[in-house]
C-alpha cells in the first residue's frame, strides 16, 4: 500500500488537503495501539490551522472517513504510511523520550544495593527500584549488591533465594557484583552487638512489651535500660541459651525522650527458634532489619541507598549505629511508592494461590511476576526505561494495570519491533471459496523495514481460511478485501471474486481481513492469553521453522513468543499488541 494513495490535491474546504488529516491520524494510531480518535486528529489540525474551527461541520465526514481508513491498517502498516507521509512526527516521539537520572551525590565510587525478602520471586514492584539501581551503577561505573533479606525464618519461601537470583540477573543484564544472605553473617551481626552493648550504646531489655510500650509512650526508661555494662553482657550471653523466645531483645539506646515515638530505643536482635532453611536450627538470636541493614551497609561499604520514602524513620533509626561506631551514613534517595490499584503483586498471597492450584507456577501467563513476564518475551530493558521515565520522584505514583502497562509495552515495543518477523495467524478458522478468484502467487516481506531478510510466498486460488470473527461481519454486496490478496463481494451464499487491486477497495470497500490458502501445510496453533483465555487457530508454514523463545509478530494479532514447539503445533505467549 503506497503513501502517494493518500494524497490529494484538492483542499478540503479550501483549508487543507486529505494527507494532513491523514498524518495526523496515522500518528494519532501508532501512539495509541492502532486506534486514531477523531477528537484527537480535530484538535491536531486546529492546533495546525485555527480556521479549521469554524469549518468543522464541512470537515467532520472528511475526518471521520479517514479515521475509519487509518484504524482499518495494522498498526505496522500505520507506522510505515506515517514513514512515508510525515517522519518528522516519529522523530519528535524520539526527542520528547530523551530522559536521565538525576546525578548521584559525591559518586566517586559508587556501591550500591538491593535488598528483597525471600518470601517469593520478584514482581514488577522490585522492577522500578532494582533498574533504578542498577542503572546508576552502570553510569557511574559501580558494584551493584543483591542482599536476599533472610533474617525472618518464619517469612521465608527456599526456592526464592534462586528466583530472586535469576530475576536480578535477568533484569540488569547480569549488573549484580555479589549476592548475600545475611543468614551467614550472624557472626558479624554479634560482634557488632556486643561490641555496642560494651560501649553502653545498646542494652538487653527483658521488660513486658506492654509495660515497655506505655513507658516508651511516656518518654520514661524501661528499668533494663540503665544496668551496668555487665550485667548486660551476661545477658547478651543469656540469650544464646537461656532465655526464651520472647523473653529478650536487645534494644538501640537512643534519645528517650525523641519527639517521634518510632525512634525511642528501638529493637536491634530478638529470640526467635523458628527453623531456617539455611542455617536450620544453629541460631536462635536473629538480627531485626534495621540492625542487619545499617551492619552490612557498613560492612560492605555501601555509598548511596534507594529506598522507599515511607522508610524515613528505619534510616534515622539506622543512623545512631552510624553515629556510634563513627561511620559516614551512605547517600540516601527516598523515592515514591508505585501503588497498583487493580494488581495484586503480594508473594505471599500468590504463593498460597499457586498451592490451591490457581495458578500454575510463578511463571503463569496472568502473573506481574518477572519470571512471567520474561517468558512472555517481555524484555528487561522495558522496565529499566519506565524506571529512569518515572525517576527518583518522592511522590506517590498510582496506577492501574492498564496504565502500568500501556507505558511497559510502549517501551518493549521498540525493543523488538524490528526484531519480530511478521506472520499471519487465523484465530478459530472457517473455509470459504471465492468464485472466479484467479490463481495468484504472492510475496510478503518477513519484515516491512527489513526487506533483505526475506519473504513469505503463498499460492492462492479460490479457498481461504478466514477468522470465524470476521466472517460474522460479512453483509451482502459489501466489498471486502483479503489483506495484500483480492477483493469480494458476499452475494447470497456465495462469496464472489470482485478485484485484485488495492484501489478498487479504496473506492468503497468496508474491511480488511488476514487470511490463508487452504493447504495441508498450515500449523496448528495455539496462543495463550494474559487472561488465562486462549486463541486457537492455524499460522502460515513458515513458522514451522521458528525456534523456541523467538519473538515474532502475528499481524493483527500481536507481538508473540514461541513458547513450545511440538510435532505440527506450536504454543505461543501473548506479550501485547
Known amino acids: 500500500m503506497a503513501a502517494e494513495r493518500f494524497k490529494n490535491n484538492n483542499p478540503i474546504s479550501g483549508i487543507m488537503k486529505k494527507e494532513v488529516i491523514m498524518k495526523y491520524a496515522l500518528h494519532n494510531a501508532v501512539q495509541f495501539n492502532g486506534k486514531a480518535n477523531p477528537g484527537a486528529v480535530v484538535g491536531k489540525l486546529i492546533a495546525e490551522d485555527p480556521k479549521v474551527k469554524s469549518r468543522l461541520k464541512k470537515l467532520s465526514a472528511e475526518i471521520s472517513s479517514v479515521v475509519r481508513e487509518v484504524n482499518l491498517l495494522s498498526v505496522e502498516d500505520q507506522l510505515y504510511e506515517l514513514k512515508k507521509i510525515a517522519p518528522e512526527l516519529l522523530e519528535e516521539k524520539k526527542k520528547e523520550k530523551k530522559t536521565g537520572l538525576k546525578p548521584l551525590k559525591d559518586a566517586k565510587k559508587v556501591i550500591m544495593r538491593f535488598r528483597p525478602s525471600p518470601s517469593g520471586p520478584l514482581h514488577i514492584g522490585h522492577a522500578y527500584v532494582l533498574s533504578l ?82 513507658l516508651i509512650f511516656d518518654k520514661k526508661p524501661c528499668p533494663c535500660r540503665n544496668l551496668p555494662v555487665e550485667e548486660q553482657l551476661e545477658r547478651w550471653n543469656k540469650m544464646f541459651n537461656q532465655y526464651a523466645e520472647g523473653e529478650a531483645v536487645v534494644r538501640i539506646k537512643t534519645d528517650i525522650k525523641h519527639k517521634n515515638p518510632a525512634l525511642r530505643d528501638w529493637p536491634a536482635l530478638r529470640i526467635n527458634e523458628h527453623e531456617h532453611p539455611k542455617t536450620r536450627n544453629r541460631y536462635r538470636v536473629w538480627p531485626l532489619m534495621n540492625f542487619s541493614v545499617a551492619v552490612d551497609d557498613i560492612e560492605m561499604k555501601v555509598t548511596h541507598i534507594i529506598r522507599a520514602k515511607d522508610h524515613m524513620d528505619n534510616a534515622r533509626k539506622q543512623e545512631y549505629i552510624y553515629d556510634y561506631l563513627g561511620e559516614q551514613p551512605p547517600e540516601t534517595i527516598f523515592v515514591g511508592r508505585i501503588n497498583f490499584t487493580d494488581l495484586k503483586v503480594s508473594s505471599t498471597e500468590t504463593r ?66 524490528s526484531k519480530s518477523n511478521r506472520y499471519f495467524f487465523i484465530n478459530n478458522p472457517v473455509k470459504i471459496k471465492i468464485t472466479d478468484s484467479p490463481e495468484q502467487f504472492i510475496k510478503l516481506k518477513l519484515h516491512p523495514d527489513f526487506p533483505k531478510r526475506g519473504n513469505r510466498e503463498f499460492k492462492t486460488k479460490s479457498d481461504f481460511y478466514i477468522a470465524k470473527d470476521d466472517h460474522r461481519q460479512f453483509r451482502a454486496n459489501r466489498l471486502i478485501r483479503l489483506m495484500d490478496c483480492l477483493n469480494f463481494k458476499k452475494t447470497g451464499s456465495k462469496f464472489m471474486f470482485d ?15 488476514h487470511w490463508l490458502p487452504v493447504q495441508k501445510d498450515l500449523i496448528k496453533t495455539t496462543i495463550f492469553m494474559p487472561d488465562g483465555k486462549k486463541l486457537e487457530g492455524l499460522s502460515e508454514p513458515l513458522t514451522a521453522k521458528l525456534k523456541e523463545d523467538d519473538i515474532i509478530q502475528f499481524e493483527r494479532t500481536g507481538f508473540c513468543i514461541l513458547d513450545k514447539k511440538e510435532k505440527n503445533r506450536l504454543e505461543f505467549w501473548f506479550a501485547h499488541r
Open 133 to 214: 539501581n542498577s542503572e546508576y551503577c552502570r553510569q557511574y561505573k559501580g558494584k551493584l549488591l543483591l542482599v536476599i533479606d533472610d533474617t525472618n525464618p518464619k517469612n521465608i519461601y527456599e526456592p526464592a533465594y534462586k528466583m530472586i537470583e535469576q530475576d536480578a540477573r535477568w533484569l540488569t543484564n547480569n549488573n549484580i557484583s555479589k549476592t548475600f544472605m545475611p543468614s551467614s553473617r550472624l557472626d558479624i551481626y554479634y560482634g557488632y552487638a556486643k561490641r555496642l552493648v560494651s560501649m553502653g550504646k545498646a542494652y538487653v531489655c527483658t521488660c513486658d512489651p506492654d509495660r515497655f510500650r506505655k
Open 352 to 417: 498460597k494461590l499457586i498451592e490451591y492450584n490457581k495458578f500454575s507456577g510463578w511463571d503463569d501467563i496472568r502473573l506481574p511476576f518477572l519470571a512471567a513476564l520474561e517468558r512472555r518475551g517481555y524484555q528487561p530493558e522495558a522496565f529499566v526505561r519506565y524506571a529512569v521515565d518515572v525517576g527518583t520522584t518522592q511522590n506517590d505514583k498510582s496506577v492501574s494495570k492498564q496504565e502500568y502497562f500501556k507505558a511497559i509495552d510502549a517501551h518493549n515495543k521498540e525493543l523488538i519491533d
Open 499 to 513: 478485484s485484485v487491486d488495492y484501489a478498487e477497495y479504496k473506492k468503497d470497500g468496508s474491511a480488511i481481513i
